[in-house]
């Protein structure tokens, strides 16, 4: 009897044992990654959501010529099948090995023909024979520079599929930028140049690196046959990148400007169900502190609501639209205060250009501050600085408060949200008041939260940016708000500024006199900027600001070693950034001198920002790129075309 026991509590341990390999083996084999042709592809996005009534089914897009599927005016839809044009002989400039891994992806797929064929555009992962996903464009409106523009829709992207990573199992839809026309092209070509390619290829990983939510990008593929015209006849190029979604405010913009109420229904539960985690997901009632409720509340308000209460009928005031609709702004408040942390500009935040996920994406005219300045806009066609860098805040919720409008009737039915009739007919005429009251108020209610979440993801950024362990209400005005009027009026490098901080003992600031010294490090090498500044009167700013910032260095990191500060620092203030004139040159070398391996060794720069150094061969460079931005190269800036 005994024995017998004792054999099968063995045998049930050696098969936990066996469990146990198993699992390790299998978690082993997702660390290593897959190849592209095991990697699980799936349709969530076309299976779910209604297809251009023209082509319903990949069957009938492909049995047609590529003419066909030109641009034209899409209704009733979120898409339509369409295949990338086949380019001749393109060449793959660029992999990114992050993108590799954070995919699920083997590192040696970089290496790998088919890779190249998917990448660019030459093959899909669907076939008459076998079926499989078919890729397809999306299709959004959008307001542009305050102003309606209509239907845009994605003109020279096209998505392949979505891939998930059996490890992390995240879902990115992958996606390839100058691809070919579609039908929401309009007068383009649907093509991308290599230089806005080159720009967005780099870019996108390296916002990734600094921790700041956005898109992504796998490869960079040149099309030599291609030849784009733009300002100049340009090579063309292919970027594959991919996001968790590329919808954006846009695509709830153009469902609002047609009435299709049905739609924006089933776009909203498509966002709540299948892009986030599920209504319970969402953010539950909080208050803000405008309310009466606490900075804490609106950090981490309540989640994990039980499905059947959201399900069923809900609070008046509160719906699970209005969650839905607050996740969104929540979640692009973050971001935008990321960009205000790293001093980064998008150029041209339209609402087609601003994701419901919180991804900085679309990246046009985008650059990172160099002297501090608030009024700077990357974006020369920007006349009126709409989209400089202190107006992102703002403009990014006047995209919000235009989603709200797309979402208002569904916010505003409150618990009636389920209603058959309202379902079916919509707003009766003497409901319409109580209910636009409804969706006014949350609306004004989300603004608040919005910048709550805001100023509490700066304060916390700019903290971690400044070496200090825990803010103080009197950082924001006494270190923050001071430094920022400091670097304006002596035209300081906003990023150079923190990373060199970082690098500054305590011990060497104890007097004013030493602190006058060091202030030197944060100056341009031609010396000090600004109209009425005097090298004697920069130091002695510059001492009086270091003087405040020590003492709080001193108090937040009181009995331990000061190293531990500098490295805290060092691991969130980059020594390099993908400044535009080191994009420019890059171009430059590989559009105009055929220069490969630049690529490679910026893209390895970008992806590891905070390093001291990256390739002793190339040292020289490196500093050059990680050094004082050459005088008449600062604050440069482009135009949208690409």
Not at 462 to 486: A, I, K, P
Not at 552 to 565: A, F, M, N, P, T
């Amino acid at each position: 009897m005994l024995r017998s026991s004792f054999s099968r509590s063995l045998r049930t341990i050696q098969t936990r044992l066996n469990q146990m390999a198993l699992h390790v083996g299998a978690q082993n084999s997702a660390a290593e990654g897959l190849t592209l042709a095991e990697i699980p592809k799936s349709n969530n996005f076309t299976s779910k959501l209604p297809p251009d009534p023209a082509f319903e089914t990949p069957e009938a897009s492909h049995s047609v010529s590529r003419e066909h599927l030109g641009p034209r005016l899409v209704k009733g839809a979120l898409y339509t099948y369409v295949r990338p044009e086949k380019p001749e002989d393109p060449e793959l400039l660029g992999v990114s090995p992050k993108a590799l891994e954070d995919l699920g992806l083997k590192l040696e797929e970089a290496q790998n023909p088919e890779l190249k064929e998917i990448v660019s555009g030459n093959r899909f992962f669907w076939s008459e024979e076998k079926g499989g996903v078919y890729p397809w464009a999306q299709c959004y409106g959008g307001w542009q520079f305050g102003e309606w523009a209509g239907q845009l829709g994605d003109g020279r992207a096209i998505s392949l599929a979505e891939i998930t990573n059996p490890k992390t199992k995240v879902r990115y839809e992958l996606q390839l930028k100058g691809a070919g026309r579609t039908p929401y092209s309009r007068f383009a070509d649907g093509k991308a140049v290599l230089r806005s390619s080159i720009r967005e290829y780099i870019v996108s990983e390296a916002l990734h690196a600094l921790g700041v939510p956005t898109t992504r990008a796998l490869s960079l593929t040149l099309l030599p046959k291609s030849k784009v015209i733009r300002e100049r006849i340009e090579p063309g190029a292919i970027v594959a990148r991919f996001a968790e979604t590329w919808l954006r405010i846009g695509t709830f913009d153009i469902l609002h400007a047609r009435n299709d109420r049905d739609l924006i229904r089933k776009l909203a539960e498509y966002v709540a169900e299948d892009v986030f985690p599920g209504w319970e997901s969402l953010p539950g009632a909080v208050r803000t502190p405008q309310q009466g409720g606490s900075a804490a509340d609106v950090d981490d308000p309540p989640r994990n609501i039980p499905p059947k209460e959201i399900q069923g009928k809900e609070g008046e005031e509160q719906n699970r639209f209005a969650r839905l609709y607050r996740e969104i702004v929540r979640r692009n408040a973050k971001t935008v205060a990321a960009w205000q942390a790293y001093g980064f500009m998008n150029g041209v935040l339209n609402t087609d250009n601003t994701s419901i996920y919180g991804l900085s994406m679309d990246y046009g005219p985008f650059a990172f501050m160099d002297n501090f300045d608030p009024q700077y806009t990357p974006n020369h066609d920007d006349h009126m600085l709409r989209y400089s860098y202190k107006n992102q805040p703002s403009i990014i919720w006047w995209n919000l408060v235009r989603l709200g409008e797309s979402l208002g009737e569904l916010i505003g039915a409150g618990d009636q949200v389920d209603d058959e009739t309202f379902m079916t007919k919509g707003v009766s005429e003497a409901q319409a008041p109580v209910m636009i009251k409804r969706a006014e108020t949350i609306i004004s209610q989300t603004a608040d939260e919005y910048r709550t979440v805001f100023l509490n993801e700066y304060k916390r950024l700019m903290t971690r940016r400044l070496g200090l362990r825990v803010f103080q209400e009197s950082d924001f005005d006494s270190l923050f708000s001071e430094l920022l009027d400091m670097m304006e009026q002596l035209e300081l490098d906003f990023n150079h500024f923190f990373r060199r901080l970082s690098e500054l003992p305590i011990s060497e600031l104890e007097t004013d006199e030493q602190r006058q010294a060091r202030a030197s490090v944060f100056f341009h090498e031609e010396g000090v900027g600004g109209i009425g500044n005097t090298e004697e009167s920069a130091r002695r700013r510059v001492g009086e600001w270091l003087a405040k910032w020590r003492a709080r260095v001193l108090e937040d990191w009181q009995g331990v070693d000061d190293g531990e500060r500098r490295d805290a620092m060092k691991r969130v203030n980059p020594k390099f950034l993908p400044r535009s004139w080191i994009l420019d040159e890059v171009i430059e070398r590989v559009e105009k001198k055929g220069d490969r391996e630049i690529l490679g060794r910026v893209m390895n720069m970008a992806l590891h920002p905070f390093e001291d150094s990256w390739n002793e061969k190339y040292r020289e460079e490196e500093e050059r790129f990680c050094g004082d931005v050459p005088r008449f190269k600062r604050a440069m800036m482009c135009s949208c075309s690409s």
